[in-house]
């Protein structure tokens, strides 16, 4: 029992050393939140919740900016189910990269809810550790990823508010915090390996033009979901032609 | 319904979908195992493709432009757009960017 009880330790060790960069890497951005979030006249519990149940980066910034275009409540769900997709991904990855690893529900259901991009992608890196596949490592990663992403909205929340008092520019400046985050995400996608991807800058930029098209057309708030879709569809369609095509010339996938 | 019950409802359903999102898949691989595999690929692709789609348009409706016509601010907005991209390129760091973005929209705010 002694020697149960000291791996179990040794895994929550384990976990909350993996975990700290997490938790130092989420003040700034959910503290970008707390304090964007108040410049929008969203209530302190408004944002706490936020944080607290979405607990998705990009997806609360995409809340927030549909919510402040009075997008339709539909629209906003869907939107936001559609941004946070990638993540269906991770939970399959997971099992694959812990040797199929058949795990129960209730512990798929205490981990899933922490399956954030940086806790997927230190929890997914090739195991040296036995450790990582072990529930409590990973819960003790998740939870304090989960610790630092509500600890920097609470700040910022509090020390916002001040900084804002104090510092009038500061709410100038804010209001570039969107566009910005929204640049840093896009540049993010469009290099690989310090190159850019010119499939996927085109891509951006059909997505682009489309939107403006059936904005001036009239098709309100939607027109943000379609243009994605059908450009997004149009990717796939050209992605199993070029691999149709290079499976005819005999190359191999 | 009132706003805040309306507000309410909508983070419940995004909440609630995006952790079905991560749990849903997750049990069903551990039940289908690798029988599944085959459809990966697409999903992939298709996911990697949607989500910068979604934020160039996000990012559209974001741009601070309250007059359409002020050259000036087209100029400061510019700007400010190329350092933060110049600035995302180099260092990788999301909060280094925000902030560096945020400084230069102020900073060019003094053209004016």
Not at chain 1, 124 to 148: F, N
Not at chain 1, 169 to 185: E, R, V
Not at chain 2, 3 to 25: D, F, N
Request: aromatic share 12%; net charge positive.
């Amino acid at each position: 029992m002694p020697n149960k009880e000291n791996k179990q330790k040794r895994f929550v060790s384990q976990g909350l050393q993996d975990g700290f960069p997490i938790f130092l890497g989420y003040l700034p951005p959910s503290m970008a939140f707390g304090m964007m979030a108040q410049q929008f006249h969203w209530a302190p519990w408004q944002i706490l919740l936020t944080s607290a149940i979405l607990y998705a980066g990009t997806s609360q910034f995409v809340l927030l900016s549909l919510t402040a275009a009075h997008s339709p409540g539909w629209s906003s769900v869907i939107t936001i189910w559609l941004v946070n997709l990638r993540h269906v991904a991770y939970g399959p990855a997971l099992t694959l990269a812990h040797s199929q690893k058949r795990r129960s529900l209730l512990e798929i259901l205490s981990i899933g809810w922490g399956l954030t991009d940086e806790v997927f992608a230190t929890v997914c890196q090739p195991v040296e550790h036995k450790s990582r596949d072990e529930r409590i490592y990973l819960l003790a990663v998740a939870i304090l990823a989960y610790g630092g992403w509500i600890g920097g909205t609470a700040l910022g929340i509090g020390v916002g508010q001040s900084m804002l008092h104090e510092i009038p520019h500061a709410s100038y400046a804010l209001g570039f915090s969107l566009p910005a985050l929204f640049l840093y995400i896009l540049v993010s996608a469009v290099m690989h390996q310090k190159r850019w991807q010119w499939q996927r800058i085109k891509l951006l930029f059909a997505a682009s033009i489309l939107y403006l098209i059936l904005k001036a057309a009239g098709v309100g708030m939607i027109s943000i979901l379609l243009s994605a879709l059908i450009v997004s569809i149009q990717g796939v369609v050209s992605f199993s032609r070029i691999t149709a095509g290079k499976r005819g010339e005999g190359v191999e996938l | 319904m009132n706003l805040h019950g309306q507000w309410v409802w909508i983070l419940a359903l995004a909440a609630g979908g995006t952790w079905l999102e991560r749990v849903g898949p997750w049990f069903l691989m551990t039940r289908l195992g690798p029988r599944l595999d085959k459809y990966s690929r697409y999903s992939a692709v298709w996911v990697e493709n949607f989500v910068p789609a979604i934020v160039v348009i996000l990012w559209i409706r974001a741009i601070p432009l309250t007059h359409r016509f002020d050259m000036i601010l087209w100029v400061q907005v510019l700007g400010a757009s190329v350092l933060t991209m110049v600035v995302a390129r180099m260092t990788n760091s999301l909060a280094f960017t925000v902030l560096s973005g945020m400084a230069a929209y102020w900073v060019l705010s003094f053209i004016r």
